[in-house]
């Protein structure tokens, strides 16, 4: 008997639930309204490196249908309890990831792999990008594309340098691979590989690394928790292609069959 799509989207949704990358996650209410208040505000630990369009104050924000239901505005900030991701639209948007990776494969389109979660999601797009060059694809090894000797040090929001490790670039500082929400690690690589004459056709990405491309006009593509209001946002106003709904900072595990969805809609098989 022949697994169906719709078998393949039931299964998923029960992995998501159950692992909470969906459903009742781990992010609290209050959470998300604070970041939706603080976009809002333009504060720009929370923007994303996203041109954020001034119709998007706050009462429109916590209005908003786009935002995949992060918040709502009957939710008072005090409010205890979980928020909630619905499952059924990150299986659409994380179809369309995959068949848009594909596409790029396709195209011979150039990619980069970067992550501001470097525990819970660098392990995501180092198979994907595996799977890519299996695939005959294009990955942006920045090494390739840089003088020896670039600096890629930044000083802003968060200070630290770009480094690629595994083909996913991240925000290392002190000796360590470490969250951020800064954009300004993509402005610094992605502005140093167009004086080089490099410019990614499309960036896998997520927080300000997803924020910063498509801001430039960059095709990107990226993942978003229930508190990250900004990548919501650059959809609706179609800087990024698809954000993926789901909690983005859970043990490596829980992504597994997450990987093997999206390869599936790519048409790619992982690397052995």
Not at 230 to 241: C, D, K, P, R, Y
């Amino acid at each position: 008997m022949t697994t169906t799509s719709i078998d393949l989207d039931t299964a998923l949704i029960n992995w998501m639930n159950e692992c909470k990358l969906t459903g009742e996650i781990n992010t609290d209410r209050s959470s998300n309204i604070t970041h939706l208040r603080l976009l809002a505000s333009r504060h720009p630990g929370y923007t994303f490196g996203v041109a954020i369009d001034e119709s998007w104050d706050e009462r429109a924000l916590l209005g908003s249908s786009c935002l995949a239901r992060p918040a709502s505005a009957r939710t008072p900030p005090s409010s205890r309890g979980r928020a909630s991701i619905d499952a059924r639209l990150t299986v659409k948007q994380l179809a369309a990831y995959g068949r848009r990776l594909g596409e790029a494969v396709e195209r011979d389109e150039l990619i980069l792999f970067a992550t501001a979660h470097p525990a819970g999601l660098s392990g995501v797009y180092a198979t994907l990008a595996s799977a890519v060059r299996k695939a005959g694809g294009r990955v942006c090894e920045i090494a390739e594309h840089l003088e020896r000797g670039t600096s890629l040090k930044v000083k802003g929001i968060d200070d630290g340098e770009v480094w690629q490790i595994s083909s996913v670039c991240m925000r290392y500082f002190g000796g360590s691979l470490l969250h951020t929400h800064s954009p300004q690690f993509a402005e610094v690589l992605l502005s140093k590989l167009a004086k080089r004459g490099t410019v990614p056709d499309l960036v896998v990405a997520d927080h300000g690394w997803a924020g910063a491309a498509g801001a430039r006009g960059i095709a990107t593509i990226g993942i978003a928790d229930s508190n990250d209001p900004a990548l919501f946002v650059a959809q609706a106003q179609g800087s990024i292609e698809v954000c993926v709904p789901m909690d983005d900072n859970l043990l490596s595990y829980a992504y597994e069959p997450v990987i093997d969805y999206i390869l599936t809609h790519a048409g790619i098989t992982r690397s052995s």
